[in-house]
């Protein structure tokens, strides 16, 4: 079966960092564009970072920037999301998402792109 499973996810302390992993199986993630979404309480899910299959391109919404990093270990077929300096509003269920390559060297992806199950981020003090 073609998963992704989500882990890292918890209450941290405004400041704090957490490191969000998800890990493929069924399927071998450097070939996929992968990204991160989250959705906040009463708001619609919003994207959060992306990688092209290759690794060269990334994007990050204005929110997070200079905060997230999007990462891939392609040997362990995982995908990771280091939060650092995390605020109040950066809490919501957070998933991950791998998708054949749309457009190449872009974050595109397709509508039968994989999800993960999500993981919970409390940010609060």
């Known amino acids: 079966q073609l998963q992704l499973v989500e882990s890292g996810g918890g209450l941290v302390q405004p400041g704090g960092s957490l490191r969000l992993s998800c890990a493929a199986s069924?399927?071998?993630?450097?070939?996929?564009?992968i990204g991160w979404f989250r959705q906040a309480p009463g708001k619609e899910r919003e994207g959060v970072s992306c990688m092209s299959s290759s690794g060269g391109s990334t994007g990050y919404a204005d929110s997070v920037k200079g905060r997230f990093t999007i990462s891939r270990d392609n040997t362990k077929n995982t995908m990771y999301l280091q939060m650092n300096n995390l605020k109040p509003e950066d809490t919501g269920v957070y998933y991950c998402?791998?998708?054949?390559?749309?457009?190449?060297?872009?974050?595109?992806?397709?509508?039968?792109?994989?999800w993960g199950q999500g993981t919970q981020v409390t940010v609060s003090s």
């Open positions: 069924g399927f071998t993630l450097d070939y996929y564009t």
């Open positions: 998402a791998a998708s054949k390559v749309l457009v190449q060297g872009t974050c595109g992806m397709r509508p039968d792109a994989y």
